[in-house]
C-alpha cells in the first residue's frame, strides 16, 4: 500500500477527530486530501507527533488519532514507555511504516533493519500490524469501537507521491486552526 492510500483511509476512518499529523511528506501527502482545521500537521517537529497526541488525548474525552512515521517515531522513541504507563483510550497510533527517510531523500530508518512492531510490543503495548488497505481499515475501526489504547503498524511502499505541494503556512495558523477546532470555535 502507497503511502497516499493508507492516508485515505485514516482520513475516512479517523478524520473527524482530532489528528496529529508527522512532519515532511506525510503532511504534505495528508493535506493534498482537504485541508481541516481538527489536523495537526508538526510541520519540522520530527520525533514529537506521538507526544503531542498524548497531549491531546489527555486534555479531550473523545477519540484522537496520531498519523506517525516510523523515523520519526524512533527519534521519539522514549514517548512509548509512557504511553505503556498511562494507556489513554481515545488515542490511537498509526505508524506508516516504510523503513526510510521519504522526506530525506529516502535514506533508510532504523526500522529498515529492526522489527518495529515488535519493539513497540516489547514496551508493552497492544500492536496491530497491517499491509493494506483493507486490513488498516479494519484495525482502525476496531481501535475507536474497542475504546482502547492501540497501535497500528501500517507497512507501506517507500517514496513520496508525485506533485504534492509542500505546506508553506506559518505553523502557527495551523496551531491556531487545531485549537480553535478542539474548542468548538470557529478561528
Same mark, same amino acid.
Given at each position: 500500500?502507497?503511502?497516499?492510500?493508507?492516508?485515505?483511509?485514516?482520513? *475516512?476512518?479517523? +478524520?473527524?477527530?482530532?489528528?496529529?499529523?508527522?512532519?515532511?511528506?506525510?503532511?504534505?501527502?495528508?493535506? %493534498?486530501?482537504?485541508?481541516? /482545521? /481538527?489536523?495537526?500537521?508538526?510541520?519540522?517537529?520530527? +520525533?514529537?507527533? %506521538?507526544?503531542?497526541?498524548?497531549? !491531546?488525548?489527555?486534555?479531550?474525552?473523545?477519540?484522537?488519532?496520531?498519523?506517525?512515521?516510523?523515523? %520519526? $517515531?524512533?527519534? +521519539?522513541?522514549?514517548?512509548?514507555?509512557?504511553?505503556?504507563?498511562? *494507556?489513554?483510550? /481515545?488515542?490511537?497510533?498509526?505508524?506508516?511504516? /516504510?523503513?526510510?527517510?521519504?522526506?530525506?531523500?529516502?535514506?533508510?530508518?532504523?526500522?529498515?533493519?529492526?522489527?518495529?512492531?515488535?519493539?513497540?510490543?516489547?514496551?508493552? $503495548?497492544?500492536?496491530?500490524?497491517?499491509?493494506?488497505?483493507?486490513? $488498516?481499515?479494519?484495525? $482502525?475501526?476496531?481501535?475507536?469501537?474497542?475504546?482502547?489504547?492501540?497501535?497500528?503498524?501500517?507497512?507501506?511502499?517507500?517514496?513520496? #507521491?508525485?506533485?504534492?505541494?509542500?505546506?508553506?503556512?506559518?505553523?502557527?495558523?495551523? #496551531?491556531?486552526?487545531? !485549537?480553535?477546532?478542539?474548542?468548538?470555535?470557529?478561528?
Amino acid at each position: 500500500m502507497k503511502r497516499l492510500e493508507a492516508l485515505e483511509v485514516i482520513d *475516512r476512518e479517523l +478524520g473527524s477527530y482530532p489528528l496529529v499529523v508527522t512532519c515532511g511528506a506525510t503532511a504534505r501527502e495528508m493535506d %493534498s486530501l482537504g485541508r481541516r /482545521n /481538527n489536523r495537526l500537521p508538526l510541520l519540522d517537529s520530527m +520525533g514529537l507527533t %506521538s507526544a503531542v497526541g498524548l497531549g !491531546v488525548a489527555l486534555g479531550t474525552d473523545g477519540p484522537v488519532g496520531v498519523v506517525d512515521g516510523d523515523g %520519526s $517515531l524512533l527519534m +521519539g522513541f522514549s514517548i512509548l514507555p509512557t504511553l505503556a504507563t498511562l *494507556r489513554p483510550p /481515545n488515542l490511537t497510533l498509526v505508524v506508516l511504516d /516504510n523503513g526510510q527517510h521519504a522526506s530525506a531523500d529516502s535514506m533508510p530508518s532504523q526500522a529498515a533493519q529492526l522489527d518495529l512492531a515488535a519493539a513497540i510490543r516489547g514496551c508493552g $503495548l497492544h500492536t496491530v500490524e497491517v499491509g493494506d488497505v483493507a486490513g $488498516l481499515a479494519a484495525a $482502525l475501526a476496531a481501535a475507536v469501537r474497542d475504546d482502547e489504547f492501540t497501535t497500528v503498524v501500517a507497512r507501506i511502499q517507500p517514496g513520496n #507521491a508525485a506533485g504534492i505541494p509542500f505546506l508553506l503556512e506559518d505553523p502557527v495558523v495551523f #496551531a491556531d486552526r487545531f !485549537v480553535a477546532a478542539l474548542r468548538g470555535t470557529q478561528p
